[in-house]
């Protein structure tokens, strides 16, 4: 798949590499982005001659155990397990039928390290919004234009001294996201790519010094149909 497949496996990589040391024994990352793959790839249907449909809401059902020290990570493990379904989808070029929905489950029925999924096709009218997580920490992006950078006059500050004082631009439009470097002097990269201006896409990454810049775009309400 060329270099959205390489993307996919370098953010399942990142998915892992972040939470590592956090589970050092029971489940571990790998085995979350791996059964959330394989239950795309089995459950995708074709509707369509230009139309692939896979499930978009996901319980991970899971020991005790393993629940405490998964949900212990609070948004930070959901999201970034959200950010590799939607890269999947996108190498794979499957659809949804509302927005990606992960959820996490006890079942005491489950011995530590065995991990269960269910998944299905749900439909919702949904009120979306733009969210960044910069190494870790999300921030919703409540204007049209954000800017991210070293100086107080950036509307997120970073520390970081490998960035510029406004850095990068997140633009937002009500229904896509775009980021401009705003002529950094070290520069920004998208998706491991040279960055000046680009459209994003949920679970693109922006790279700045040592920040890592999630782009996502998340429901704030809705109700199933």
């Known amino acids: 798949m060329g270099f959205l497949d390489n993307f996919e496996k370098r953010l399942e990589r990142g998915v892992n590499m972040a939470f590592a040391r956090t589970f050092r024994s029971g489940l571990q990352p790998v085995e979350l982005t791996s059964a959330l793959r394989r239950e795309m790839d089995t459950k995708a249907a074709v509707?369509?001659?230009?139309?692939?449909?896979?499930?978009?809401?996901?319980?991970?059902?899971?020991?005790?155990?393993?629940?405490?020290?998964?949900?212990?990570?609070?948004?930070?493990?959901?999201?970034?397990?959200?950010?590799?379904?939607?890269?999947?989808?996108?190498?794979?070029?499957?659809?949804?039928?509302?927005?990606?929905?992960?959820?996490?489950?006890?079942?005491?029925?489950?011995?530590?390290?065995?991990?269960?999924?269910?998944?299905?096709?749900?439909?919702?009218?949904?009120?979306?919004?733009p969210v960044i997580d910069i190494n870790g920490q999300r921030h919703n992006l409540g204007h049209a234009r954000t800017v991210v950078g070293r100086g107080s006059e950036a509307d997120i500050t970073v520390n970081d001294s490998g960035i510029s004082r406004r850095h990068v631009e997140i633009a937002w439009d009500g229904r896509r996201g775009e980021a401009r470097d705003l002529g950094s002097t070290n520069g920004s990269k998208l998706n491991g790519?040279?960055?000046?201006?680009?459209?994003?896409?949920?679970?693109?990454?922006?790279?700045?010094?040592?920040?890592?810049?999630?782009?996502?775009?998340?429901?704030?309400?809705?109700?199933?149909?």
């Not at 379904?85 to 499957?94: C, E, K, L, W």
């Not at 790519?193 to 809705?222: C, H, K, M, Y």
């Open 47 to 129: 509707v369509s001659r230009d139309r692939i449909l896979t499930p978009n809401a996901f319980t991970l059902r899971m020991a005790p155990t393993d629940y405490t020290r998964m949900s212990g990570m609070g948004d930070a493990l959901t999201d970034e397990l959200t950010s590799f379904v939607n890269t999947h989808a996108r190498t794979q070029r499957y659809q949804f039928a509302g927005a990606v929905s992960i959820d996490l489950a006890s079942d005491p029925a489950l011995a530590t390290g065995v991990l269960e999924i269910e998944s299905g096709n749900v439909k919702q009218d949904v009120a979306w919004a």
């Open 193 to 225: 790519q040279p960055l000046s201006r680009s459209v994003l896409e949920p679970g693109d990454v922006i790279t700045a010094g040592r920040t890592r810049i999630v782009f996502n775009v998340v429901p704030r309400s809705g109700g199933h149909s």
